[in-house]
T-cell receptor, first 114, second 110 residues
């Protein structure tokens, strides 16, 4: 079974631009979560979607948004990029809707903001 | 406040030198604890899930244990390929997100 895939793998943007990242979960998985990973803050939860509905949201500004499609694929968008948004953005999928379901991570998208 | 703390931050071991990594947590109503391994530039790779105090799980040279306040990841006779950052995570009560510790960066030298 194919794992979680994320595109693009690398991205370079300038301040003020916006960016859209894509995540395809493992086949049959309906929950998708997004995380931001930086050297200083570690892995921080952004949001989680299940059946096209955002169920949980982390403490990030409104510039960070996401959505999930009917095929469980998910996108996250960051508008008005800031230098501090440079990070590895990770997507994870799990089969069900509970936190005790194991989350399987994709390889991440490395975003660099100049 | 829900919190996950891992120690040590970094650990250097000689090949074959066994040791343990610690993950302590302060969440109410623990429903599970996850261990992941992360190689540089890659996403975390799932290792174990522990659900209740006293539970233990093993995989090759790794063994994870859980008490009411902390979890240990024991590494027996490590090899250089075990070098990675090891992360633990817990879901706080009444939410489905995961809180991650900052990880232990393990380096195993031949």
């Amino acid at each position: 079974k194919a794992g979680v895939t994320q595109t693009p793998r690398y991205l370079i943007k300038t301040r003020g631009q916006q960016v859209t990242l894509s995540c395809s979960p493992i086949s049959g998985h309906r929950s998708v979560s997004w995380y931001q990973q930086t050297p200083g803050q570690g892995l921080q939860f952004l949001f989680e979607y299940f059946s096209e509905t955002q169920r949980n949201k982390g403490n990030f500004p409104g510039r960070f948004s996401g959505r999930q499609f009917s095929n469980s694929r998910s996108e996250m968008n960051v508008s008005t990029l800031e230098l501090g948004d440079s990070a590895l953005y990770l997507c994870a999928s799990s089969p069900g809707a509970t936190s005790t379901d194991t989350q399987y991570f994709g390889p991440g998208t490395r975003l660099t903001v100049l | 406040e829900d919190q996950v703390t891992q120690s040590p931050e970094a650990l250097r071991l000689q090949e074959g030198e066994s040791s343990s990594l610690n993950c302590s947590y302060t969440v109410s109503g623990l429903r599970g604890l996850f261990w992941y391994r992360q190689d540089p530039g890659k996403g975390p790779e799932f290792l174990f899930t522990l659900y209740s105090a006293g539970e233990e799980k093993e995989k090759e040279r790794l063994k994870a244990t859980l008490t009411k306040k902390e979890s240990f990841l024991h590494i027996t006779a490590p090899k250089p390929e075990d070098s990675a950052t090891y992360l633990c995570a817990v879901p706080p009560y009444n939410t489905d997100k995961l809180i991650f510790g900052t990880g232990t960066r393990l380096q195993v030298f031949p």
